[in-house]
């Protein structure tokens, strides 16, 4: 079955920091990848997609590019800002058949001043 | 953006109590809304399906007579739990998808439900 396996956290780091949250995936086929971001309080947003082998997603100065050797979809952001801190869900949505997303644990992610 | 509202957002009940949650799309029509469960520290899985006028679709392992689903109108999803025990309390969240947005990728997310279960 499809499975999506993300880097637990929880991560704190300093504003302006580099930041990288690890995805890898198991799919049949090619699936769409997708980050998705929920605030505090709020629903999941989606953050970024690629729907296809060295696609790129990016939105907000978050990236992430669909890496099929590596089955990888991880999230970077050069310079984090206290408005990132989140959770973050990295997800997979088959592209035949159904749409049923498939989520990974989540990454609590707080940006300290 | 399109706002998913639910409600409540926490609710505590006694065992053997039945509990409702709505779930709402506030500014568009849903035709299909997702209801998802989530353990702590684990990923949101997936609970069914539920189509406006038509019967829920349930996901392998859910039962069906414990969490009923309606989905009665365009903008409305009840999912109600029954019989509620404490290995039931989880957050549940909704999301609904915008038909008429064209892209099935467009799933709003409502913001959760805290159920515990004494």
């Known amino acids: 079955g499809n499975s999506v396996t993300q880097m637990e956290g929880p991560v704190t780091l300093s504003e302006e920091a580099f930041l990288t949250i690890n995805c890898t995936y198991t799919?049949?086929?090619?699936?769409?990848l997708f980050w998705y971001v929920q605030y505090p309080g709020e629903g999941l947003q989606l953050l970024l997609k690629?729907?296809?082998?060295?696609d790129k997603g990016s939105n907000k100065g978050f990236e992430a590019t669909y890496r099929k050797e590596t089955t990888s979809f991880h999230l970077e952001k050069g310079s984090v800002q206290v408005s990132d801190s989140a959770v973050y869900f990295c997800?997979?949505?088959?592209?035949?058949?159904?749409?049923?997303?498939?989520f990974g644990t989540g990454t609590r992610l707080t940006i300290i001043p | 953006g399109a706002v998913v509202s639910q409600h409540p957002s926490r609710v505590i009940c006694k065992s053997g109590t039945s509990v409702k949650i709505e779930c709402r799309s506030l500014d568009f029509q849903a035709t299909t809304m997702f209801w998802y469960r989530q353990f702590p520290k684990q990923s949101l899985m997936l609970m069914a399906t539920s189509n406006e006028g038509s019967k829920a679709t349930y996901e392998q392992g859910v039962e069906k007579d414990k969490f009923l689903i309606n989905h009665a109108s365009l903008t409305l999803s009840t999912l109600t739990v029954t019989s509620a025990h404490p290995e039931d309390s989880s957050f549940y969240i909704c999301s609904a998808r915008d038909w008429a947005s064209g892209s099935t990728d467009t799933q709003y997310f409502g913001p959760g439900t805290r159920l515990t279960v004494l």
């Open positions: 997800a997979l949505r088959p592209n035949f058949g159904n749409e049923k997303l498939t």
């Open positions: 799919a049949t086929g090619y699936p769409s």
């Open positions: 690629a729907t296809k082998a060295d």
